[in-house]
């Protein structure tokens, strides 16, 4: 699964890479470092999230912290790169409040997956993440359960986010919406803030 998951990433800055030997430009120079540092992002967070898997930790005694609006659209701008169709639009809409004691690495990959996830079956209209107290909710547009995805990570994706709630004690649940898409949820351990 990691080597999977961090094939993305790398494929992203080998072709940065032959990009930036094509043009002199600045602005385009700019764009594809902007790029380059976002995979290396995302890599660091992939290892750092699945090596932290494997570790026996009393996750009782991370520190708690809430999930900002701007940490969420943080999140949606790492996934733009790897955006295939340019008619699907991403939202971030709060609704409340999150409290959480996932690493913010680890909930960036968290929520990562399900963005490229909701990316990978949705051809055309609008992803949302959804924060209402306790819960993040990504809702597309896509071709729903029982449709194919166009990216190939669907499901190793969710198996890693099934790992991170499992340890962080986080529910999950993928279900298909009544008109178009499905709606991922991950609701999050009621806390002493909250």
Avoid: W
């Amino acid at each position: 699964n990691a080597s999977h998951e961090l094939r993305t990433p790398l494929m992203v800055m080998r072709g940065g890479l032959t990009l930036l030997g094509k043009s002199d430009s600045k602005d385009f120079i700019e764009r594809q470092r902007t790029r380059m540092i976002h995979a290396c992002q995302e890599m660091e967070d992939y290892i750092t999230t699945l090596l932290s898997l494997t570790r026996d930790e009393d996750t009782d005694n991370l520190s708690l912290r809430e999930i900002s609006e701007s940490e969420l659209n943080l999140i949606c701008s790492a996934h733009t790169d790897y955006r295939a169709k340019s008619s699907v639009m991403i939202e971030v809409v709060k609704q409340g409040v999150v409290y959480t004691k996932l690493p913010a690495p680890t909930l960036h990959i968290l929520l990562g997956n399900l963005v490229k996830n909701a990316l990978s079956c949705t051809e055309e209209g609008m992803i949302r993440l959804v924060m209402d107290n306790d819960s993040i909710k990504v809702v597309d547009t896509g071709c729903g359960l029982e449709g194919k995805p166009t990216g190939e990570s669907y499901g190793l994706g969710l198996m890693i986010v099934r790992d991170i709630c499992a340890k962080y004690r986080c529910e999950f649940s993928l279900v298909g919406n009544e008109q178009v898409g499905c709606t991922a949820t991950v609701v999050f351990p009621e806390t002493e803030e909250a």
